[in-house]
């Protein structure tokens, strides 16, 4: 198996709280993202990485940011979280841009209340 | 955008029988994976389809993508309730990024 922690596997927090979710591979793969996964919306792009310091917005990347300082760790932060950001949070990663897939943590699932 | 559509939705099949789902693209594919998901747990990698008529088996599940490159199928053979869970495709699509079906959540009653 891929080598991916996520963290925390669960919480909950109040809404307007700032909540931050980590994820932290040990392959050394140059691409990370991150996704939630919502009933009747499937699996949908928050943001990505393609290196240290480099990262991009996906599909849902509203009220939400990223950081990756190095190359094993990338954290997602909710600025202030909201109801409707309660959902599972997955980290992927992939070895190449293409062509490669995608190799997933175990999820993170937040309630906001 | 890529649109994935996957069908069925669910199924529910009897210990021992066949089954296939489809994943079909709104445009040619360059990269189909196919992951299972259980309840709870991330998505494991299944198997990755490049070529047109490309056929890759791993065990008892059998993975094809059409000549066109538009449409892929998983096929189990001889079911049984470790195959139980959530398979989705996924496909390359814009650089980094990757767009997923909805999954088909399959049941397998012993």
């Known amino acids: 198996d891929a080598g991916i922690t996520q963290s925390p596997r669960h919480k909950v927090t109040e809404t307007g709280t700032p909540v931050t979710l980590r994820c932290h591979q040990t392959e050394n793969h140059r691409y990370m993202y991150w996704y939630r996964q919502d009933p009747g919306h499937g699996l949908r792009l928050i943001h990505y990485?393609?290196?240290?310091?480099?990262?991009d917005k996906g599909e849902v990347s509203d009220g939400y940011s990223v950081s990756r300082s190095k190359t094993e760790d990338f954290l997602l932060t909710l600025e202030s979280a909201t109801s409707s950001q309660t959902s599972v949070y997955f980290c992927?990663?992939?070895?190449?841009?293409?062509?490669?897939?995608?190799?997933f943590g175990n999820g993170t699932r937040l309630t906001v209340t | 955008s890529q649109e994935l559509e996957q069908s069925p939705q669910s199924l529910i099949v009897q210990e021992g029988k066949n089954l296939t789902i489809n994943c079909t693209s709104s445009k040619t594919l360059y990269g189909l994976y196919w992951y299972k998901q259980k309840y709870g747990e991330g998505l494991i990698f299944l198997m990755m389809l490049q070529k047109g008529g490309e056929e890759k088996s791993h065990e008892k599940i059998t993975a094809k993508l059409d000549e066109k490159k538009q449409q892929s199928s998983l096929h189990i053979t001889a079911s049984q309730p470790s195959h139980a869970g959530i398979y989705l495709c996924?496909?390359?699509?814009?650089?980094?990024?990757?767009?997923f079906g909805d999954g088909t959540t399959l049941t397998v009653k012993p």
């Open positions: 992927a990663i992939s070895e190449t841009r293409d062509h490669s897939p995608l190799h």
């Open positions: 996924g496909a390359d699509s814009n650089a980094g990024k990757s767009t």
């Open positions: 990485s393609y290196g240290v310091k480099d990262t």
